[in-house]
Nanobody
Framework: QVQLVESGGGLVQAGGSLRLSCAAS????????VGWFRQAPGKERAFVAV????????YFADSVKGRFTVSRDNAKNTVYLQMNSLKPEDTAVYYC???????????????WGQGTQVTVSS
């Protein structure tokens, strides 16, 4: 079992920045790739970013490429999602999730956090 807890969400104006954290406990964190997903009201959960177990590889959705970065500190069992140049359409609940291999589809993730709300005002 891996337990994931997101934090860092909030209300920000368009053009602003937020950094989300995903803190893990349980099994060896460095054995898992970690993805970020988001779900806006009335929409399906969508892939945002993923980082490999070592942190050496990252992938992003086209909608956030160039604005978001993802990093991890395995010593602290934490993954970060740095979100810059935020837009109103980034408003959603953001979830982190853990998986054994790098994938971009939600059903292939084994463990999920409870989510954190990000609201971007125009």
């Amino acid at each position: 079992q891996v337990q994931l807890v997101e934090s860092g969400g909030g209300l920000v104006q368009a053009g602003g920045s937020l950094r989300l954290s995903c803190a893990a406990s349980g099994r060896t964190f460095s054995n898992y790739a970690v993805g970020w997903f988001r779900q806006a009201p009335g929409k399906e959960r969508a892939f945002v970013a993923v980082i490999s177990r070592s942190g050496g590889s990252t992938y992003f959705a086209d909608s956030v490429k160039g604005r978001f970065t993802v990093s991890r500190d395995n010593a602290k069992n934490t993954v970060y999602l740095q979100m810059n140049s935020l837009k109103p359409e980034d408003t959603a609940v953001y979830y982190c999730a853990a998986t054994r291999v790098i994938v971009t589809t939600a059903p292939q993730y084994d463990y999920w956090g409870q989510g954190t709300q990000v609201t971007v005002s125009s």
